[in-house]
């Protein structure tokens, strides 16, 4: 038996009850914080909504290399494979941006000793989305397996849901959308990396701020 998952549907089934269950968690802390007005129980919340945040994308990553796997193979619904891809995707949207705003709100604590009063309920409604939004994902992703769960009309359903496929031809195949958004993606790796590099030059001392002694 291999201890180390070695494909990518093995790592996906391995990985994609973290982010549902951890969803859970978090939210049931912070619900437990705002009631028992505990800035430690706050704060467990959003550090667990943050690596969630991060946990989500090799989570996201596995899917997208699992139908590759699967894709093809006898009785597996390229359709509700795109379905599940859909609803994963905005899950996967959602608790990045609440793993963003718990790390805007961490920051707050560490700056101002509190967070802003609409941070933690910002938190609290994108929680509730997200847990939501992960429902529809793992239901829509049982579907694939287990197709006798459903009933003719939801099967219909479900087979008209995935829009995937047509975004991506779309995205492909305009003229001036995917060279837009690799232009993007650039810029953006370009200031992130640059922010790392500055960062890292202050920590060394070799920035002519470090030797000024200005701030």
Known sequence: MDFIPSSAPHWHLLLNHGPSVGTVIALGLLLCSLYLKSEDLSRASLVLFVLLALMVIPTYISGAAARGAVEGTDGISTDLISAHQDAATLAFIFLVLTGWLSWFALWQYRRFSRPYGWSLLAVLVLGVITLWLMVQAGRAGGYINHPEILTGAELAAAAGAGRTAALAAWIIDNSF????????????????????????????GLSPLATTGRP
């Open 177 to 204: 959308v995917w060279p837009a958004m690799e232009a993007a993606h650039f810029m953006g790796m370009a200031v992130l990396f640059g922010v790392v590099l500055l960062v890292a030059v202050r920590v060394l």
